[in-house]
């Protein structure tokens, strides 16, 4: 098939890798528009845009695909079908409907359940215990389309966001490129979705990230689970010259009591608002990330310390 593809982050690119290998006819790749990474802010290609280089495919960074020459641009690489996996722009009516099959987009939820930016993030942080992928065909609605597939994953305990993203890539690769063969044939049985049950994963802010601890532990364990790797729940600790950032990659809840945000022993297990967690992997700032012991070894936090 001749194909767009559409998308940005390191889950699209091994939707990309998989399209490819299965000898579809890449007829343009588009992607974000580099940005500022790292400490020097210098701009750098998205994965996808580095992906698409490294394997000869044409790419197009365009700052809006509302722009009408974008959109004609588009419509010019007479396509059979698009894919979008994390793009990261709202597609209009007309880019949707360039395509003679259309516009098909793979979506990390089982929807109508976290339709939105931060599907992922926001199953762990509610504490789903099963998420999945699909794939939908797209409409002008916020990711509204009917389902064509399906594969899901359990979310385990101790899973944390990063977990499951790797697993949803490796399947939605796959269920994207097992569907497409069955679209261009018009077998593919498109399912509208339910009208119950419709939440919304809202993007990930700053202010989301900072553990309150007046939370129950099962909320704060979401919430650790749910931000890791990136952008990391982190919490203020007292240090020598003033509070310190301490982002918690991993954890996992035991029994405990005390004034939330109290240290209770000295490996780590922290009160809640009700119950406790254990704090298993940190990264201070301008460090790597620790298990609790090293981290406890250069940064002791014994019992009785409070944290905010």
């Not at 005390?258 to 990264?283: E, F, H, K, M, S």
Request: hydrophobic share 40%; with cysteine.
């Amino acid at each position: 098939m001749r194909l767009a593809f559409l998308g940005t982050p390191d889950f699209a690119v091994v939707a990309l890798a998989r399209l490819v290998a299965a000898g579809h006819d890449i007829a343009c790749v588009y992607s974000q528009p580099p940005a500022p990474r790292g400490r020097g802010q210098t701009l750098k290609p998205s994965p996808v845009h580095t992906f698409a280089l490294e394997h000869g495919l044409p790419v197009r960074t365009p700052a809006s695909m509302r722009d009408p020459d974008e959109i004609a641009a588009f419509r010019a690489l007479d396509l059979d079908a698009a894919c979008v996996v994390a793009y990261g722009q709202i597609l209009t009516r007309e880019v949707l409907e360039a395509p003679r099959l259309g516009a098909f987009n793979l979506h990390g939820s089982l929807l109508p359940r976290w339709r939105g930016a931060a599907p992922i993030q926001r199953a762990v942080m509610a504490g789903d215990e099963i998420s999945g992928v699909q794939v939908m065909r797209m409409t002008e609605g916020l990711d509204e389309g009917p389902v064509l597939a399906t594969a899901t994953v359990r979310i385990g305990p101790r899973d944390t966001a990063g977990d499951i993203h790797d697993r949803l890539a490796e399947l939605g690769a796959d269920l994207l490129a097992e569907t497409l063969p069955k679209i261009e044939a018009g077998i593919a049985e498109e399912i509208p979705q339910g009208t119950e049950g419709v939440t919304y994963a809202k993007k990930i802010r700053p202010k989301t990230a900072r553990i309150d601890w007046t939370k129950p532990a099962a909320r704060v364990d979401g919430q650790i689970r749910g931000l890791s790797p990136f952008p990391g729940a982190w919490f203020e600790a007292p240090g020598e010259k003033g509070p310190v950032r301490v982002k918690v990659l991993a954890c996992v809840r035991e029994e405990g009591t005390g004034a939330p945000g109290a240290v209770l022993d000295d490996n780590l297990l922290v009160a809640c608002g009700d119950g406790a967690v254990r704090l298993l992997r940190l990264q201070r700032e301008g460090r790597g990330p620790q298990e609790v012991d090293v981290f406890l070894r250069g940064f002791p936090l014994p019992a009785g310390t409070k944290l905010s």
